[in-house]
């Protein structure tokens, strides 16, 4: 089964921009593996906040933003607010199943 | 507006059996794909099944760690999701999610415990 990498963990300014990623080891991460992200913050049930590379959920505040870069997924925050202070999954469909990432930890500080 | 409602968990013994149900509502059930996946406290997400739609001949396929073990399975005309699970390991504990996707909505979750 392929494994899904991610940063373990990033900091970000308040008001800064930052870009989480998430590469395949069977190779280049392409819309075709239907890319999510997903925010969990403690205590709380995780929720999708990008689907299918770019798509926003309604509650997807405009700073967050889904792309493929690089041959990753990436996940980009710019303006960041201290509520964005969370774990961050990215999701991937594969030829043999559906796939996490470890988790990105975001701390805004 | 969509809600997932996961239940079923509970303490059960090691190599024991249990199912746990999603009972889904506000859209089209049969329409759609359907996943599970657990959360051991204070660990990452990992998913564990999918059951694909009608249109995709409701298709099932599972994570390598339950293969065998654990069975995802629907019954439209109740609008719910199932997720059989035996013989269970004390690994097996964590929490377990269903979601609905696209466009990735989650439940809120149901805790499994295996412990003797």
């Known amino acids: 089964q392929a494994v899904v990498t991610q940063e373990p963990s990033l900091t970000v300014s308040p008001g800064g921009t930052v870009t989480l990623t998430c590469g395949a080891s069977t190779g280049t991460v392409t819309s075709g593996h239907w890319p999510y992200w997903v925010q969990q913050k403690p205590g709380h049930a995780p929720r999708t906040l990008i689907y299918d590379t770019n798509n926003k959920q309604s509650w997807t505040p405009v700073r967050f933003s889904g792309s493929l870069l690089g041959g990753k997924a990436a996940l980009t925050l710019s303006g960041a607010q201290p509520e964005d202070e969370a774990d961050y999954y990215c999701f991937l469909t594969c030829s043999d199943g559906r796939v996490f990432g470890g988790g990105t930890k975001l701390t805004v500080l | 507006e969509v809600h997932l409602v996961e239940s079923g968990g509970g303490l059960v013994q090691p190599g024991g059996s249990l199912r746990l149900s999603c009972a889904a509502s506000g859209f089209i059930f049969s329409d759609r794909h359907m996943d599970w996946v657990r959360q051991v406290p204070g660990k990452g997400l990992e998913w564990v099944g999918r059951s694909l739609s009608k249109a995709h001949s409701y298709n099932t396929y599972d994570a390598a760690s339950v293969k065998g073990r654990f069975t995802v399975s629907r019954d439209d005309s109740k609008n719910s999701l199932y997720l059989h699970m035996t013989s269970l390991k004390a690994e097996d504990t964590a929490v377990y999610y269903c979601?609905?996707?696209?466009?990735?909505?989650w439940g809120q979750g149901t805790l499994v415990t295996v412990s003797s």
């Open positions: 979601i609905v996707s696209p466009p990735g909505f």
